[in-house]
């Protein structure tokens, strides 16, 4: 059971270029999130999905794009990264809309 | 739109010391969860309240939801070392969670 798992760890991307993080939960979880931690801002919501071919905005949407095509997996798409998209991108997953979450490991991105 | 704060947003005590956070929204929450994230790690879940004036124990940490369901807290007893790392609260509103800013907490041994 490797729970939420996140690839890459990390990545260091040039302004303009595009890259799409991978999340995949092996505990059959229909709610999926896409979250970035910055300094002193907590954790933001980018996208959720609540179940396969579905997703909506959150809090900070802009710059994103994801796609869940598997329940299984969650991508987060960056099509032309700006600095502003530099942080700490975390995926969870939850059974339902009232369960906990469990994270991944996290990505850490670098937009110079 | 929904908010959640916490404070502090950062705390150092020494070990043995007791430690609170506070999380308050600007609406009524269905629930609340506690996570807690380890330097260099990914939030972990603690805990979730679910009724008006719940009081949750486990072992040196205690959670409390408030009567209104817009504020909770979490105190931690004698800390340890091992308390270090940021606590974060996240507050359900009508069908998803936004989690507060996070406390930092540093025990100093």
């Known amino acids: 059971n490797a729970g939420v798992t996140q690839t890459p760890k990390f990545r260091v991307l040039k302004t303009g270029q595009s890259m799409t993080l991978l999340c995949a939960q092996d505990m059959n979880h229909e709610y999926m999130y896409w979250y970035r931690q910055d300094p002193g801002m907590g954790l933001r919501l980018i996208h959720y999905?609540?179940?396969?071919?579905?997703?909506a905005k959150g809090e900070v949407p802009d710059g994103y794009n994801v796609s869940r095509l598997k329940k299984q997996n969650f991508l987060l798409g960056l099509e032309s990264a700006a600095p502003s998209q530099t942080s700490v991108y975390f995926c969870?997953?939850?059974?339902?809309?009232?369960?906990?979450?469990?994270f991944g490991p996290g990505t850490r991105l670098t937009v110079t | 739109g929904q908010q959640v704060m916490q404070i502090p947003q950062y705390q150092h005590v020494q070990e043995g010391e007791d430690f609170t956070t506070y999380c308050n929204s600007s609406?009524?929450?269905?629930?609340i969860q506690w996570y807690k994230q380890r330097p260099g790690g990914h939030p972990v879940f603690l805990i979730q309240l679910v009724k008006s004036g719940e009081v949750k124990k486990q072992k040196r940490l205690t959670f409390q939801f408030g009567e209104a369901k817009k504020n909770s807290s979490l105190h931690i007893t004698a800390t340890q070392t091992t308390d270090v790392g940021t606590y974060f609260c996240a507050g359900r509103g009508t069908y998803k969670y936004i989690f507060g800013t996070g406390t930092r907490l540093k025990v100093l041994a």
């Open positions: 609406t009524t929450l269905s629930n």
């Open positions: 969870a997953s939850s059974y339902g809309s009232g369960g906990w979450q469990y």
């Open positions: 999905s609540v179940g396969e071919g579905t997703t």
